[in-house]
Structure formats: C-alpha cells, structure tokens
C-alpha cells in the first residue's frame, strides 16, 4: 500500500506547504508534552513508592485505632502494654511492637518549630523493615539509647533551623536536651525529613509513663493472613470488652494500606492526563482541517493519479501517510520538549525539598507518546484520505 | 458593519473547515469555563466546610501539629484561666474554652466513631448563635439545667444516610462512649460535615466522658465586640498569651487567627490548585488558536483572485486587512459562545453532583464576569490568530492576484 515512491510524494508534499505542517504539527506536539510531563513525574512516583516500600513490608500487618483525623494520629482510642501482648499471642502472629507518633516541640535559639516524632522499638523494628530509609550518619537506635535519630534536613543550615546539627551534638525536644546520634538518609518531602526517631522506652521518658501506642505492627504467618487478620481482631475485641461490629479499631495489612494511596494517585494523576487530552482532541481536530484543505488542494492532482492507473488503497495510503508522519515528528518534539520541562522542573522541586517528586523516563514512556502521536494524527487523517480516495476521476480532472 | 456580514457569510461559505476550526476553540473554551465553574463551586463546598460564618470571632489554639481537629496534637494545651483571662481583655464580648473530642456513638445497636464539641453551660445562646451559628431543625437546643441531654447535627437524622439504619428523633436515647444521653434536638443542615456530623454536649458531660481533667481545652473562641477592634483585639490577645505561656515575640506557642485568615489559607492553596488545572485546560485554547491561523491561512490563498479584485476596485490596504482580521475574530468567538454554553451547562450538572456527593447545598450562580470575558477573550484569540494571515492577505500585489 505504501511505496517508497509514496513515501517521497508525501514527504514533497509536507515540505512544500511548510508553514501549515508546522502549525499541525507544533498543535499535536503541545497536547503531547503535556502528557508526558506528567506521565513521566507519574512513573517517578511510582516507583518512588516501590523504592521506599522493602520487601519487608509483605508480612506485616498495621492494627490501628479508629478517629477523627490522619490515619492513626487520633489517640482516643490508642492500644495499651496488655493490648500489644494480646495481639503478639495471637495464633498467625509471630511478633508484634508498637509505634508512638507524637507532636514534639523542637527548639533552637529563638526558633520553635512542631514536627512528628516517631517513636519504635530497636529490639522489634517492624515498622523501619517496611521502609528502605539507610542511615546518612552516625548510626541507628539501639535498644536502650536515650537520644535521637534526626531526619535528613536537620544536617543543612537554613532549611530547618538557621543552623544544621552533626552527629553528637544536642537537640531541645520538649524542652530536654537529646543527644544526636545519627540522620536518616533524604526522604524528598520537608515534612518527613523532618521527622524525629526515639526509642520507645525513651518516648516514655518525654511523654509520661502512661502514653499509648498509636500502630502496632504485627509480623504475621503471610501463608493464612485472612484468618490472623480475624484472629487478631477476636484477641482485640475479647481484651477491649467489645462486640462484633463494634470496633474501636482496625487492621490492616501493609500492601492494603499502601495500595490506597496508590489509588488515590492513580486518580490524581488521571484526572490530569484527562484534560491534557482535550488539548490532543483539538489538535486532531486542526490536523483533520489541514488534511481536508490538502485534499481539496490536490483534487486535480488525485484526478490524474486515479487517471493513470493508482488504485484507491494508493490514494488513501498516501494521505494517511501523511498526517500519521505529522503525528509522528510531532510526537518527537512532544516527548524532546516534554523531557526537558520534566528534567528542569525536577531540579527546581529538589532545591526547594520537594526530592521525592522526581519524574521517571522509561524508553516505553517515550515509545507511548509518539505511538500516541502517531496515532493521532491518523485517526484525524481517516475522513480526508476515505474522501481523496472516493473522488471521481473525471470530476477532478474538471475541478477549478 | 459591512466587515461582520461579510465575515459572517465567509465562513458559512467554508463549511466543514470553519466548523472544525470552531471546533478546536470551543472544546478549550468549554474546558476552561466548565472548570472555573466547578473550581468556583469546589470553593464555595469547601469553605462552608469551616462552618462558622461570624467574622468577629478570633480562635486561638496552642502550638502542635495541625494534623487533626484543634487540639488533638499539642504540648501545651490551653487551659481554662486563659479563657478566664481573654475574657477580661476590655475589646473582647466575651470568651470561652472549647473541647472537640473522639467518642463512640452507639445507635440501632450499630456503632460509629466521630467528633463531640462542648457547650460551656450558661453560655449556651452565645454559642449557638455567634460562635457556632446554628439553627434548630427538630426539638430543642440546650437548655440550662439540662443533663444527659445533647443535640445531633444534621447528618444524625435520616435512616437512609446516617448509616445508623433508623431516623433518630428527639426524644430517643443514644449510646456515647457506652453512657445513655437523650437527642434534645437536631440541627438544620450547615453543608458542613465538621458541624452535621458532630455530637453537641455540655463541657462537664463532655469532660467526664473523656477523662479529661476539666481544666485544658483545645481552643478558645473569643467574640470581639465589634469589628473595627479585630485587630487591636488580636494582638491584645497575643500578648496576654505571651505573657501567660511565657514565650518571647516571635516564639509563640500558639496561634491566633481570624475567620478572614483561615479562609484565606484555604482559599489561597484552592486557588493554586485552580490555576494549575486551568493553565493546562488554556493549553487546548492555544492549540484552538494555532488551528485558526492555519485555516484563515488557507482562506487567504483561496481568496487571492477575491482579494485582487477588491483592490482592483479601490480597497485599501487596511480595509482588506480589516476583513481577515474580523472574520478569524469571529470564528474564535462563535467558538467562544457554543464554549461558554456548554462550559456552564457542564459545571451546572457538576455543582449538582458535587452537592449530591457533599450532601452540600450550594446554589448554582452563573458568572456573568465570566461569560463577558470569556467572550472578548475568545474574539481576542481569534483575531491575535489572524493577524499574520490578514496582513498577508492586505499586502497582496491586485495584478498578481489577478493572475492567480
């Protein structure tokens, strides 16, 4: 159907009505760099989240109370010690630890800023296996260490305080003085990197005795999770005093938490990609005008071709041809231009902390656009080329 | 005049061509107007979220992290005696301590969590009608010597919503935190979730319920007695606080802010979200644009015989120019008008389901601002789009024109 002659008509064509091609195709590649800047920042968030989610984190299974706000800071209905032991006796359960979240005032000098602090266990670090987040200095909690892993920011000048702490130096948490002995590697969000780690024991410390757990995480028998799942939530009703249906609480594996979010960005990021379409939907438009006004343009032309001898599908092929090339150079320049915003944006988002919002550049993402593009330009090119096909010969050759 | 039926019948001449440039400018116009409706809507839906609509009550609340309802997340709770003391502070009617607490809530033998907010006893008028501005719908508010007693928000009521199974009516008896209280009455609807789904209780009952200890509260409202002392009243109430925790200029603890200030906040970051979305809606509008340039292009070349004859004949330069620039304004502006009527019928049916899905009541109004610019921006567009192909057309030379 396509010819190497074809091909060469084609291309003579589009190169002698210049500025109308350039105008299709600049209107299908601004539809295209905007899909793929956000498709590409997409992907990087994405495997962002496949990054920082270890292997670890299959077996485990998160119990939290039920309330008013983010998911677990509610305390009202936080677990206690004999709480943890009932669901750590749990038949399924191999191990179980509770994690704090509180807020904590940090201060330096005149500053005075709340962030969360993160309380664990050193002995049952279940929480940290979910996460692959490596120390950047000094070293990590130790099961009786009365001081403070920081998050990555607190190293710099001006990002959190005017000035960045090292390893050894003291910190003011809730007015005590805590020794610093490490900083977790960059998360990429100012609030988690921001984030204080303790002990539990040492939680305790500066919250009071009788503070409660806000998680606990329970590594569990992944084979039968269904029936843990349920055998922790009888444990946790039998110790609460609670009927069926009535739960103060919930549980929940780790992959089911995450897979929320992940829902919550597929629609985010879909909805995005929606309205960029529109702009793709008006460009076929425009690359159906221009492919009509060439059609009629050439009608003699196709007259005489028909007139000697090409076949219909020659007819069609050629102008078929030529938006889908128009798709296709559009499609280049989308995913060059696009490349480029996504790179330059991503560096501006790291400089102001943003780290974690890093877009992603599989071949298979540049590959898509310009098939997109292709494609495009096709589907606006099927009426005009059906129409160049059906003309009449002896009519054409007529036609002023 | 004679340029718009001239360029009115031009591009009916043209056809399909004209309407798929159209096209292309009325789909970004309907984008672009569908979303500011709907954004405007989306705004309207989350303000009256923030319930109360007194603007001469200023909030304030210890430090911590906002991350639920005031004063889940503080080291250093607000306490009765600064209540107590705000309340002397000569610009301000009155103050007091509010708690909003989690609690189960137990009806038809079916059990959810939510949010209580307290009433102080003998202030109970102040609270409904200034600070909270709320109505009655059913029964009666809090009254003075009432015990066991509460008032429901308006999501409480209906069987069929409130996931309770069976209306709850004045009169029944309902299980909070296991303790039996009897529904004094039920609230008119706000279009608030934090006020429709919340339980109304006196503070002691409250207090007693939760454990709490009788003396921290999670945030002070104070009414200011009129509005030209807000900001006086403001940094009074900044310094008495300052002075009570304290602290030094600048290192404060705690927040003061006034219903104009959180709006504000709120309104700024919908604002951004907004702008974005419509940036990227505007992207399909530049893309109509380019779209017009290339057909009023094409209508050039075909015309040049046309144009050739007018000069002929003793057109003008301008008046050519005139006649080309016009007729790709008024393509971008029948684009425009099919746009801006499709866009608000789109963001019609969206309010009606952003109300369906809130359970909100927002009224639908059109923005008549809107639709004006609307307008001369898509007749702008098309015409900024003709430019180079009307000067083209104007600076033909009639004896080659003439020649084809």
Redesign the interface.
Known sequence: MISKESVKYSLNNLKNRK??SA??I??IF??IT?IFIFVSFGLGLYSYIDEYISGGSVDKVIIQS?????SG??D??AFTEDELEAIEATSGVYEASGVYF????VVQG???I???IFGYDPKKPLIMDTFNIGIEKGRDLNDGDSSAVLGYNYLSDNKIFPKGYSVGERIEI?EEKVKIIGFYEEIGSPQDDAQIYVTNDFMRDLYGENISYNWIVARVDIEDIDRVVENIEKNLRKERGLEE????FFVQSFADMMETYTVVLDMVIGF?IL??L??V???A??T???M??SVLERIKEIGIMKSVGARNSYILGIFLFESSFLGFIAGIIGCAVGWLISYSGALILDNIGYGFLQPGFPVSLFAGCIIFAVLTGAISGIAPAINAMRINPVEALRYE | MNYFRFAFRNLRKKGVRSWLTLLGIFIGILAVVSLITLGNAMKVAVTSQFGAGNTEVITIQAGGLQYGPPGSFVTKPLTTEDAEAIKRISSVEFAVGRNIKTGKFEYNGILEIGSAISVPEGYEREVYEILDDVEIEYGRLLESGDSGKVVLGYNFYDGKTNSFGKDIVPGRTVLINDEKFEVAGILKKKGSLLYDWTVFIYEDELNELMGNDGDSVDMIEAKIKSKDLMDRAEEEIEKLMRQRRNVDAGEEDFSVTTPEATLETVNSVLGAIQAFIIIIASISILVGSIGIVNTMTTSVLERTKEIGIMKSVGARNSQIFSQFFIESGFLGLVGGIFGAFFGILIGYIGTLAINNWLGSGIGFQIDYILIFFTLIGSFLIGAIAGITPAMQAAKQNPVEALRG
């Open positions: 500025r109308r105008f299709t600049i209107s601004v539809g905007t039920k309330g008013t706000s983010l800071m509610d009202t209905f509180k807020s904590a005032e005149k500053k005075r709340y962030t969360l809730q249906g009535k739960e103060d995005i309205i960029a529109i702009s939907l008006v460009s438009v425009n159906a005008n221009t009509i006004t």
